[in-house]
């Protein structure tokens, strides 16, 4: 079982930075990719970033959606056990509740909303103008 924690949300105006933390319980979570997903008010929730687990030839490697490229940067600390989520150049339309996810998977496959075998319970950004 792995549960996890969101931290970090919380108001920032647009330009602006925020970094979201998701603090995993137990042993296992190099295993796991991680990723962000987001959902805005009235919206589907939708896939932000992953990174693979580590190790091996893919570790590490990260995803994006086309709307974050350039902004966002997720990375992981497994000492930690501790994946971040650094937004810059934050825009209102980045406002909405951030949700970490984990899966013994790929973070590709992570991406595509596939291997997810546990969320957090997020945790709130709002963007203001």
């Known amino acids: 079982q792995v549960q996890l924690v969101e931290s970090g949300g919380g108001l920032v105006q647009a330009g602006g930075s925020l970094r979201l933390s998701c603090a995993a319980s137990?042993?296992?979570?190099?295993?796991?990719?991680m990723g962000w997903f987001r959902q805005a008010p009235g919206k589907e929730r939708e896939f932000v970033t992953a990174?693979?687990?580590?190790?091996?030839?893919?570790?590490?490697?990260?995803y994006y959606a086309d709307s974050v490229k350039g902004r966002f940067t997720i990375s992981r600390d497994n000492a930690k056990n501790t994946v971040y989520l650094q937004m810059n150049s934050l825009k209102p339309e980045d406002t909405a509740v951030y949700y970490c996810?984990?899966?013994?998977?790929?973070?590709?496959?992570?991406?595509?909303?596939?291997?997810?075998?546990?969320w957090g319970k997020g945790t709130l950004v709002t963007v203001s103008s």
């Open positions: 996810a984990a899966g013994p998977t790929t973070g590709q496959e992570l991406s595509q909303y596939r291997g997810i075998d546990y």
């Open positions: 990174i693979s687990r580590s190790g091996g030839r893919s570790g590490g490697i990260t």
């Open positions: 137990g042993r296992t979570f190099s295993n796991y990719a």
